[in-house]
Structures are given as structure tokens and as C-alpha cells.
């Protein structure tokens, strides 16, 4: 690997990150608020607000209109 990585945190329960802690408490998921899979994504418009949370197996392809109008 030639690129640089993040450290691993930790998403769900007593040692979430703060982070993760906000964008779920603005978007749930459907079966609670915590991640259940990787690549779990946030849409976040320009004023900071999350907008959108999309489940890991929907593609980009099908969320790009909404990017497109976020930008």
C-alpha cells in the first residue's frame, strides 16, 4: 500500500468516536442507529447538516444526483 490510512476507530457503543456519535443521533438507520457494515455513508450539506444516510450496499452511481445538488 502506497497511500496513507487513517487509524481505526471505533463506530458503535462505549468508545465511539465523537464523530460517529453526532451523524447517527442526526440520522439513524433503519434498524437502530448504529452502523451495521462498513462504508455506512453520510451525506453532509454546505451549512454542516447531515441530509442523508445510505446503507453500504447502495452504490455511488445511484446517490449522485444527490451529491450533484449538494455541491
Do not use: C, H
Not at 451549512?47 to 445511484?62: E, F, K, L, W
Amino acid at each position: 500500500m502506497t497511500f496513507r490510512q487513517f487509524a481505526k476507530i471505533e463506530v458503535n457503543g462505549d468508545n465511539e468516536a465523537p464523530l460517529y456519535a453526532w451523524l447517527k443521533s442526526q440520522k439513524g438507520g433503519m434498524l437502530g442507529s448504529n452502523i451495521k457494515w462498513n462504508f455506512t455513508k453520510f451525506l453532509i450539506d454546505r451549512d454542516g447538516r447531515v441530509v442523508d444516510r445510505i446503507a453500504p450496499n447502495v452504490p455511488a452511481a445511484r446517490i449522485e444526483k444527490k451529491i450533484k445538488e449538494l455541491i
